[in-house]
């Protein structure tokens, strides 16, 4: 990551729900785009969906970073903000990046920590480091409903992934939250590939102490 100070916003663009923020460099001849997407990215069917939860949060930037509602970003042209220039794309603020294994490491078993767990509403995320960078297994309990365009809590498949939580890690989901009990547990993780598409780390259970 690389903190690009004053650029000054040159070009607001819209399109069905996304606005690109163009920042000039101008030492460097350079343009960075940094995006407020209202949209999120559904792995089933690969594209981007309206979700309401991340149009909210898309507003509140707005506000934080402009004082301005999103229909309205064009009026902050001119303005001047420290861009966050990360390999894969810019932001306004410092931001945690989730790598994702590639193909090659299927069938490759890891050993790490685990660096922190956290339950969203949607799932459970299990964070861990692999070579100085940030992965994540996720226990996922809710469902896209494409017609409504959102997320929704499944109670059954939360129960579910709370108990196998519970049974892999031999601590409830909450106290493991509050109290951080398991940060730093070394742990292995196996990297494994669904119907030959979709690559994600799968954390094996931990030994139950006698």
């Known amino acids: 990551m690389e903190l690009l100070k004053n650029l000054e916003l040159v070009e607001v663009t819209t399109n069905d729900g996304k606005a690109t923020l163009t920042f000039l460099h101008e030492e460097r001849g350079e343009i960075r785009e940094v995006n407020f997407n209202k949209n999120v990215y559904d792995e089933s069917t690969g594209k981007f969906t309206p979700d309401a939860d991340k149009a909210a949060k898309v507003e509140e930037w707005c506000q934080e970073y402009f004082k301005l509602t999103f229909d309205k970003l064009s009026q902050a042209i001119g303005t001047r903000k420290d861009v966050y220039a990360y390999d894969t794309f810019n932001s306004l603020w410092e931001s945690e990046q989730i790598k ?71 601590v409830g989901v909450a106290e493991a939250i509050e109290t951080g009990c398991l940060t730093g547990q070394e742990i292995m993780v196996e990297v494994k590939s669904a119907f030959g598409k979709f690559v994600y780390p799968e954390i094996k259970p931990l030994l139950k102490k006698k």
């Open 100 to 170: 994702k294994f590639e193909k090659d490491m299927v069938g490759q078993i890891i050993q790490t920590e685990i660096k922190e767990i956290t339950d969203d509403g949607v799932g459970i995320h299990i964070k861990f480091d692999y070579e100085d960078e940030t992965y994540q297994s996720n226990m996922s309990y809710s469902e896209y409903m494409e017609n409504l365009k959102k997320w929704f809590k499944n109670p059954q498949k939360q129960a579910k992934q709370y108990k196998k939580f519970e049974e892999k890690f031999h």
